[in-house]
């Protein structure tokens, strides 16, 4: 079965701290990865992507991911986050053949001062 | 970048009305677009894909005849939630996938309130 999760539902940690959203996915064919962002009552961003090549993917507002597929992980990291980083993190997955999206549950950062 | 545009972006009407939702890819062609909704602190729910020129494929549990789906142009679906009904109400979002490319482009999100 295809599926995507998000083990961390809520992670809170502390401004100018590093930070790092898991994502793992289950799937038989080839995949695509996304990280997206959503503010409160806004739409979803594009943080970055892996589509081939790199395994380490580089996004907008410093943050990165690397796909490991023998972990069939493709988890978020950032060196030291921000409090306009307090976001909920969408990780989503293209598998290959198919058009639409799946996502992930959703996780809450929360940037503590 | 492609931009996909959402109208109205917040809407409140009376239990038993309907309501449609625009998605406009604004730079960019989409025969396909999809729809999701959004409760509070959850994840996107996939409702159903938009097809132009073709009827809608929706998602197992999706009421078809109480969100209706026209995609009647490479750049416009709509969503008209019907006999809408408080639990009707949530954060409907569309999304459109670029030309030759996996990514998505979403829009800005619609927040239905149904009284």
């Known amino acids: 079965a295809q599926s995507v999760t998000q083990l961390d539902s809520q992670v809170p940690v502390f401004e100018e701290a590093p930070v790092e959203l898991r994502c793992n996915y289950s799937s038989s064919v080839s995949v695509y990865l996304f990280w997206y962002v959503q503010y409160p009552n806004q739409g979803l961003q594009l943080l970055l992507k892996y589509l081939s090549g790199s395994t380490l993917v580089k996004g907008i507002n410093g943050f990165e991911a690397e796909f490991n597929k023998s972990q069939t992980s493709f988890h978020l990291r950032k060196p030291s986050v921000h409090i306009s980083d307090t976001a909920e993190y969408f990780c989503a997955v293209n598998f290959k053949g198919a058009q639409k999206l799946v996502f992930g549950q959703g996780t809450r950062l929360t940037i503590n001062p | 970048g492609a931009v996909v545009s959402q109208h109205p972006s917040r809407v409140i009407c009376k239990s038993g009305t309907s309501v449609k939702i625009e998605c406009r890819s604004l730079?960019?062609?989409?025969?396909?677009m999809f729809w999701y909704r959004q409760f509070p602190k959850q994840s996107l729910m996939l409702m159903a894909t938009s097809n132009e020129g073709s009827k809608a494929t929706y998602e197992q549990g999706v009421e078809k005849d109480k969100f209706l789906i026209n995609h009647a142009s490479l750049t416009l679906s709509t969503l008209t939630v019907t006999s809408a009904h408080p639990e009707d109400s949530s954060f409907y979002i569309c999304?459109?996938?670029?030309?030759?490319?996996?990514?998505?482009?979403f829009g800005p999100g619609t927040r239905l309130t149904v009284t």
């Open positions: 730079d960019f062609q989409a025969t396909t």
């Open positions: 999304s459109a996938p670029g030309t030759g490319s996996y990514e998505q482009y």
